[in-house]
């Protein structure tokens, strides 16, 4: 799932398009910059701390572009398998909630019925403080 | 509640990310500080910026400033967006979470019709066109108060667009020179409101409250066609009435109910636009209008000292990171042509029919005010704009026999004054609507003067709980109701001032003045000023 997700969004980046629009210029496939790296890095939270992990992203690129091959002049996009059913409207009821002390158990960490996280963002470094590794 | 994220740091330094914020809506996107993810849009600046021309006429060149604005109100329902949980402002914390608000595996969102209709209700309201199929996406982004890692939104095609709000504003000098104009409104969608942070910095935590997280929000996207703080603060003063009047949103700022985000660039008249800001996490009215001059200021001021503008939260302008929301079909609405036979009424929403049922806007209010009451628009503004205040003004026209003009103008002169001065509410005030009605009753039936009916507001205002019948009897305050009586002082007094008495037949002004200003000290203040005249033009013929 994550795959997919950094797949819809570097496709954003690279083409210049929608994130789930296909009908993008033919792009060359190949070489991504290490500008890209450190956006895709900073929003997915995925460290792409190698070669051989960029070298991946890249042939996984280069197989969802075969997609591609699909002629898709006059076909409308589909929004979701479900867009043929009707969406469900819930009245307005309190039925739910009430449960902290369940919820609480699922969490390491617990502070007078508050979840515990670490503060703020994660920061990462900048692309100058990185080891350099990478020659756009 | 949240401090507020203004970024007002000298000139020509880099603002750190600031994420110290609790209960904000945390816009993570790209730092970018560098030229080339400036966004210059083509949109020309329309309007002439009317309040600010003065203001901004510095340097050479004069500036003109784009601010855009984006609300976000939370729906006032019973429960959340897609769960059943409540929606409550104070409980303890993380006792109104659903497993699916707490985004554990295996919970689907459920559509909540009540908040279908509150966007479609403000949609309505706000002149836009109602989109029969929208969409719902997911937007992603990483912070502790959004446990599923994305938030549901509208992004591709939310519930409205293309509508607009209109707003008076002063022009000039003079206060009581308005002109309308017009907002557009881009957008309107429905999204899940976050989680609230609490910062611990001492042990270097964030303590998480997910009681607000899956809440319905309205997001109001305006075009970036206002120019200055106080049209900004007007705008939102009026698209708070408006969520208030239709019961869609309570809209309280202090509460975090409307939350605004105002988005401000400066440049030269002709030129493309500059660079953005942003200013966030205001709770109040009159706070967003100073940040936004403020702003303004400084970026006029950064530009013209040769700094340039920093960008470091560059919002989701960009398309990243959204997907379509695979648990939810598109929401489908209908209008009485296009409904379908024999479909369920609790399953399908009626645009027309909300329509039919809208309540009135107050816009319409403040019409029926001045078309009733023969006042003035701006008096309507100033009833709509307190709060209570109309409810008051009502309350006395239903208790009093006096004329609205009167009753209009001891309401915003009088009583609204003495609010201001010792910072009152109208619910606080001392004073009840039946007690005016009292006050201007006598006054109507002339048994005191306007210079006791002020006396008697005073001593009303302390609150003691006498009527003004009370007061009026217990100071002596009441007209001399004895005409024969006072025609009798005014002959003692102008055989006293036989000198005064001649001017005054020789037409002299003064003279008939003094003679007025005799007769009451005479009769203890308390006789009218123009009946003393006429009695003494009378005595004189």
């Not at chain 1, 479900?82 to 369940?102: I, P, T």
């Not at chain 2, 060149?61 to 784009?66: G, L, Q």
Request: net charge neutral; charged share 20%; glycine share 6%.
């Amino acid at each position: 799932m994550w795959a997919r997700a950094v797949w819809l969004t570097s496709r954003g980046v690279l083409g210049g398009c929608q994130a789930f629009a296909t009908k993008a210029n033919p792009q060359e496939s190949g070489r991504i910059t290490a500008a890209v790296i450190e956006h895709l890095e900073r929003l997915a939270l995925v460290d792409f701390g190698s070669r051989e992990a960029v070298a991946r992203l890249e042939k996984a690129i280069a197989f969802a572009d075969r997609l591609r091959a699909v002629d898709t002049d006059g076909v409308e996009p589909m929004e979701s398998v479900l867009e043929d059913r009707c969406l469900y409207l819930r009245s307005d009821n309190v039925a739910e909630g009430n449960c902290a002390e369940e919820l609480l158990q699922n969490s390491h960490c617990v502070v007078e019925e508050y979840f515990v996280a670490p503060p703020g963002n994660i920061s990462l470094p900048k692309l100058d403080e990185k080891e350099p590794f990478l020659h756009s | 509640m949240a401090a507020p994220l203004l970024r007002w740091f000298g000139p020509g330094r880099r603002w750190p990310l600031a994420w110290v914020d609790s209960g904000s809506r945390h816009r993570r996107g790209v730092p970018t500080g560098s030229a080339s993810n400036r966004t210059r849009e083509q949109s020309s600046v329309a309007q002439q910026p009317l309040c600010t021309s003065q203001k901004l006429r510095k340097g050479e060149h004069k500036w003109a400033a784009v601010v855009g604005l984006e609300i976000h109100a939370q729906i006032s329902s019973n429960s959340k967006l897609f769960s059943g949980s409540q929606v409550c402002f104070a409980a303890p914390p993380n006792s109104l979470v659903s497993f699916f608000d707490a985004s554990l595996p295996g919970t689907l969102p459920v559509l909540n019709r009540r908040c279908v209709e509150a966007a479609v209700m403000t949609g309505l309201a706000l002149n836009c066109h109602i989109n029969k199929k929208s969409l719902f996406d997911r937007k992603h982004y990483f912070y502790a108060d959004l446990p599923a890692g994305y938030q549901i939104t509208q992004q591709r095609l939310p519930i409205a667009t293309h509508g607009s709000l209109t707003y008076r504003v002063s022009v000039g000098t003079k206060r009581s020179h308005m002109a309308t104009k017009t907002v557009r409104i881009k957008q309107i969608q429905l999204e899940q409101d976050s989680g609230k942070s609490l910062h611990d910095g001492l042990r270097s935590q964030t303590l998480i409250d997910l009681n607000r997280a899956g809440v319905g929000l309205l997001e109001v996207v305006l075009e970036p066609e206002l120019s200055c703080g106080e049209e900004a603060a007007t705008v939102i003063r009026e698209l708070q009435l408006i969520l208030q009047a239709l019961g869609t949103s309570q809209a309280n700022m202090a509460e975090g109910q409307l939350r605004v985000d105002a988005n401000i660039s400066v440049h030269h008249p002709g030129e493309p636009l500059g660079i953005r800001t942003e200013v966030k996490n205001l709770n109040s009215i009159r706070f967003l209008a100073r940040a936004i001059d403020y702003e303004i200021q400084r970026q006029i001021n950064e530009l013209e000292h040769g700094g340039e503008i920093l960008n470091e939260t560059r919002s989701f302008d960009s398309k990243l990171g959204f997907m379509p929301e695979p648990n939810l079909p598109p929401l489908v609405l209908y209008d009485t042509a296009s409904l379908p036979a024999g479909a369920q009424s609790q399953q399908v929403i009626n645009i027309d029919q909300i329509r039919d049922a809208l309540p009135e806007l107050p816009s319409v209010t403040r019409e029926r005010l001045v078309q009733r009451y023969g006042m003035l628009p701006e008096h309507s503004f100033t009833l709509l704009n307190e709060v209570g205040l109309l409810q008051f003004f009502q309350n006395v026209m239903k208790e009093t026999r006096a004329e609205p003009k009167k009753v209009t103008s001891w309401v915003l002169n009088v009583l609204l004054g003495y609010l201001k001065h010792h910072s009152l509410a109208v619910s606080e005030s001392p004073i009840t609507p039946s007690a005016l009605a009292g006050l201007l009753d006598l006054l109507d039936s002339k048994a005191i003067s306007s210079s006791a009916a002020k006396q008697v507001f005073e001593e009303l205002w302390k609150g003691k709980g006498k009527t003004a019948v009370q007061i009026v009897s217990e100071k002596q305050l009441g007209l001399m109701q004895d005409q024969e009586a006072l025609e009798q002082l005014c002959r003692s007094t102008m055989e006293e001032h036989p000198q005064a008495v001649m001017d005054m037949k020789k037409g002299n002004p003064r003279a008939i003045n003094k003679l007025i200003g005799l007769v009451r000290k005479a009769a203890l203040n308390r006789a009218d000023p123009a009946v003393i005249k006429a009695l003494l033009e009378k005595l004189s013929s």
